[in-house]
Nanobody, 116 residues
């Protein structure tokens, strides 16, 4: 059974930092695409960071220079380091890994709240 579990969310003041983790079981992150999405209150879900099988990364314009996605294959974990947080970063953050055949695995999310 595939399971993605996010952690590391919480309440932080604007300008602060958090590091989110996504641990996978039943599926390997190694050499596969992994993405972080977020959904803020009243907003659509949006992708914020992506790491591909070759460890190339890309980011939403709104988080470039502030967020960093990385992976630790030995721990089967992907991280999202978030610095200089802003109130607009308040959202539930989800980990996702798409696979061939239309499979798409999601975690249940972790809440990030940034107070101004």
């Amino acid at each position: 059974q595939v399971q993605l579990v996010e952690s590391g969310g919480g309440l932080v003041q604007a300008g602060g930092s958090l590091r989110l983790s996504c641990v996978a079981s039943g599926v390997s992150f190694s050499y596969h695409n992994v993405k972080w999405y977020r959904q803020g209150p009243g907003k659509q879900r949006e992708m914020v960071a992506h790491i591909d099988g070759n460890d190339n990364t890309n980011y939403a314009d709104s988080v470039k220079g502030r967020f960093t996605i990385s992976r630790d294959n030995a721990k089967n974990t992907v991280y999202l380091q978030m610095n200089n947080l802003e109130s607009d970063d308040t959202a539930v953050y989800y980990c996702n890994t798409p696979r061939r055949g239309g499979l798409n695995y999601w975690g249940e999310g972790t809440q990030v709240t940034v107070s101004s």
